[in-house]
């Protein structure tokens, strides 16, 4: 079920997020740690899924939202923007017990967008944005 307006990611507005520079299994060059404030919540989209979707093997629910930022070390505070996906509880479980909640957790399938982006990048288009800009890694909030 995709939800109209969700609330998953919130009160992320005036904090620092910390990218890790784990990027060898992404097919590209180390990148810099860097620390990001973020200033806006843009958009979020939500996709969440029941028992009846994971029989079919749908999975994992989750939440996508969209964010303006600036990286920290940047004196001008040039926009950006970031991407937070995060998984969510099945539908009827968001109320239970953590514990419960934790047995829900799977490791996050490739993220399309990102995939599509190096596929392009490796392929010569010049309009995407370099590999400073693309990365995918744990973040610390």
Request: hydrophobic letters at 35%.
């Amino acid at each position: 079920m995709q939800f109209d307006d969700p609330h998953f990611l919130v009160d992320r507005e005036d904090i620092t997020v910390t990218t890790d520079e784990k990027n060898e299994a992404e097919d590209c060059s180390a990148l810099p740690c860097r620390t990001w404030v973020i200033t806006q919540k843009l958009e979020e989209t939500a996709l969440s899924i029941n028992q009846e979707d994971i029989k079919f093997g749908r999975g994992p629910g989750y939440t996508a939202g969209k964010f303006l930022c600036y990286s920290a070390d940047d004196s001008s505070k040039k926009p950006a923007f970031m991407r937070i996906y995060a998984q969510i509880p099945m539908d009827g479980t968001e109320l239970s017990k953590s514990e419960t909640r934790a047995k829900q957790a799977v490791p996050m399938k490739p993220i399309t967008e990102l995939v599509a982006l190096k596929r392009l990048k490796k392929m010569g288009c010049d309009v995407v944005p370099g590999p400073a800009r693309i990365s995918r890694g744990n973040a610390r909030a």
